[in-house]
């Protein structure tokens, strides 16, 4: 499978209550329809909005739709030239059995400046698992272009994260890895933010009650500025 860009993420089982809940926020589901057994989950309704405007919903949550809901452990990139996609695809298999699945308790937060879905605590095994991810398919990775590099700066980053950026492609890893699922985009009024902390509240409270289980998944971007997509695992 070639594809414009790869990712691997930590998504709940789509047999979970979150998934189909979240697909319903985002306004899409990531798992094509034919990899779903038996049609997939059944399909929930969406968030109560109350006095948020639909079309204004949609907006703030544009990009998050795009990238599918997930947690990021290694963000998208480029196949590295001479790397081949059959050998990542392997790869993310033998390193989806291996890690099998973690429980981690989510709530929701918004703390990093958009709303998410974050760790209640700070569980070490999520840093650990992003790092073995970062690690293990960074052969896989291209360097990142100029133009990739000029865009990850217009974000102030402290010197350690352009350090990472250079290293790994991306700012947030290691020491600086932050775990969330985004749910919305960053939004800068204070009146929105609160009305979708309070929206987000209602929709995905009783899928939080106990710790959810996470497991390791393979994205791809099929084409640059499309969907991403999950790769169902070999």
């Given at each position: ?166 290293q790994w492609g991306y700012p947030y890893v290691m020491d600086e890895f932050r775990f969330h699922m985004t749910l919305a985009d960053r939004c800068d009024d204070p009146s929105e933010q609160a ?40």
């Open positions: 499978m070639s594809a414009h860009r790869y990712a691997i993420y930590a998504v709940p089982p789509i047999d979970h209550p979150l998934w189909p809940l979240a697909c319903a926020w985002l306004g899409r589901d990531p798992v094509p329809a034919a990899s779903l057994p038996d049609g997939g989950p059944a399909p929930v309704s969406p968030p109560d909005l109350h006095s948020l405007e639909a079309g204004r919903f949609r907006v703030l949550t544009r990009d998050a739709a795009r990238y599918g809901f997930h947690g990021t452990l290694k963000a998208p990139f480029r196949l590295a030239v001479g790397a081949d996609a059959g050998a990542l695809i392997e790869e993310a298999g033998r390193f989806i059995r291996r890690i099998g699945r973690i429980r981690i308790p989510l709530a929701i937060a918004d703390d990093l400046g958009f709303t998410a879905l974050r760790p209640v605590g700070t569980p070490p095994v999520l840093a650990e698992l992003a790092a073995a991810a970062v690690r293990t398919f960074e052969p896989f990775r291209a360097p990142l272009s100029p133009a990739e590099r000029a865009r990850r700066l217009k974000s102030p980053l402290s010197p350690r994260q352009c350090a990472l950026l250079d009305a979708l902390r309070q929206i987000a509240e209602g929709h995905f409270g009783p899928a939080l009650a106990r710790p959810v289980p996470l497991a390791v998944s393979l994205f791809v971007e099929p084409k640059a500025g499309s969907d991403f997509v999950m790769v169902p695992p070999l």
